[in-house]
């Protein structure tokens, strides 16, 4: 990775220092390092609806009361606060395994390793019949998914320079959709396939066989860490003492971060809480407003949950591209004006009743928009980590990307109570102009010799 920005400058290494051609920039996707990247995002994205979505159908059909697996969707917090061990992640070794694999593929290895347990461990137990095993294993998933996500978005910000971060998080983000694809709709295509005709309702060994194929599922990104190499990570100065030690990987970090960019350091970490805002409060209601407004969930996964990450995938592909050939600040400052847009279409879409192609239309901009958003912004929080604490530094802005929208959207329905579905809609994409002003900020205290 490149050099970190000068003390005072904001996310220089954002920028290439030259333009390159569409091929060029075109060609990267089909680097090593891309492949392996689209490989380990669906490793990533796997677990993430089997904590969520997925589980909580499977909790349901067995008879579990909503108001628990309302306190059981509690366990997502582990993502939230990834941060708080991603300092372990970034500086110790493990015994045997770093010193045979190196310090990134060891930590991926051992999550991956918890993962599949976890999901094994998910699928042995019914719920029905005793509910805490699965909680806790759930709980184990959920924490080694994060621990995981630590030590890939780490492997990532190292395995190529800047002007690439941007193609990487493409690939990435493309083999996570896909992974959630087949965590969500593929899990509950195989639980109904393996259900025994004529049978009762709710059958443990449907579940069982789903969340064991869930479990394979995480092999090809194993062999993935086992046949890559390490990155080249910078050399670390040995700590002489354990207060030491503890300094290096729970305040260097933080300090370092503040001490390169200094009073810009304060724009940069409230671009990043309010960046994504409009998605996330917007896209807590959108589920309920399709059925409110009358499509049915044959209609709502064939156009959102399929149609729609196809988009995504195409537009994260053109993100990074665009990127790439034009620079991060702007697909960033672009990305924010169609994220904020494509909001006010949906309000548009509340006043079309049941119009599929009206709603084919709506999902075909806002995903568009929403993953070419998605790849600058990875590309934009990659930029401003050091080398040396990358694990620690990405965790911790994308934790924070997500504690300020989430507790928004919580409230999201008394929003749609109050207003209806336009004015929510509307108030969601003016909830994107701050992240407007934010942009452009960050984009004029730029070094003139990065603007291309």
Not at 101 to 121: E, P, Y
Not at 375 to 388: E, G, M, W
Not at 413 to 423: F, I, R
Request: with cysteine; charged share 10%.
């Amino acid at each position: 990775m490149s050099s970190p920005p000068a003390s005072g400058s904001p996310a220089s290494d954002s920028l290439p220092t030259t333009r390159l051609s569409w091929g060029q920039s075109l060609k990267v996707y089909l680097e090593p390092a891309s492949l392996r990247m689209f490989s380990l995002g669906f490793s990533a994205g796997l677990p993430l609806l089997l904590v969520f979505g997925t589980l909580s159908f499977w909790l349901r059909e067995a008879g579990i009361d909503r108001t628990t697996i309302g306190f059981l969707s509690w366990i997502g917090l582990a993502y939230g606060f990834k941060w708080a061990w991603a300092p372990l992640v970034d500086r110790m070794p493990l015994p045997w395994l770093t010193t045979a694999l190196g310090r990134r593929r060891s930590w991926l290895l051992l999550s991956q390793t918890v993962i599949i347990a976890a999901l094994v461990g998910m699928a042995l137990h019914d719920p029905k019949l005793s509910l805490m095993p699965v909680v806790w294993c759930a709980l184990a998933l959920a924490f080694a998914s994060a621990t995981q996500d630590i030590a890939l978005d780490a492997f990532r910000i190292e395995s190529a320079d800047a002007n690439r971060q941007a193609a990487l998080a493409a690939t990435y983000q493309s083999g996570y959709r896909l992974a959630m694809i087949w965590a969500g709709a593929g899990a509950l295509w195989l639980a109904s396939r393996a259900e025994t005709p004529q049978a009762a309702n709710y059958q443990h060994g449907a579940w069982q066989f789903a969340y064991l194929v869930m479990a394979a599922s995480m092999l090809p990104g194993m062999l993935t860490v086992l046949f890559s190499r390490e990155p080249v990570a910078a050399q670390l100065p040995p700590a002489r003492t354990p207060a030491l030690w503890l300094r290096g990987a729970l305040i260097d970090p933080f300090a370092d971060f503040l001490q390169r960019y200094g009073r810009q350091a304060l724009l940069i970490l409230a671009l990043i809480s309010v960046y994504r805002i409009s998605d996330v409060v917007m896209g807590i209601m959108a589920n309920p407003f399709y059925v409110d407004m009358g499509y049915s969930k044959a209609e709502v996964a064939g156009i959102s949950k399929f149609y729609g990450v196809i988009m995504t995938l195409l537009g994260a592909f053109v993100g990074g591209a665009l990127a790439m050939r034009l620079g991060v600040m702007r697909v960033l400052m672009t990305g924010a004006v169609l994220s904020a847009a494509s909001n006010l279409l949906f309000a548009w879409l509340s006043t079309r009743g049941h119009d599929l192609q009206a709603l084919i239309f709506v999902i075909s901009a806002d995903n568009l928009s929403g993953g070419l958003a998605s790849a600058a912004f990875i590309a934009y929080l990659s930029s401003l980590t050091h080398v040396n604490y990358s694990a620690t530094q990405y965790a911790l802005f994308s934790s924070l990307m997500l504690l300020l929208p989430k507790f928004l959207a919580g409230y999201s329905g008394l929003a749609v109570d109050a207003l209806g579905y336009a004015p929510f809609f509307v108030g969601t994409a003016c909830l994107g102009l701050p992240v407007l002003l934010l942009v452009w900020l960050a984009m004029r205290w730029q070094r003139p010799a990065d603007r291309p």
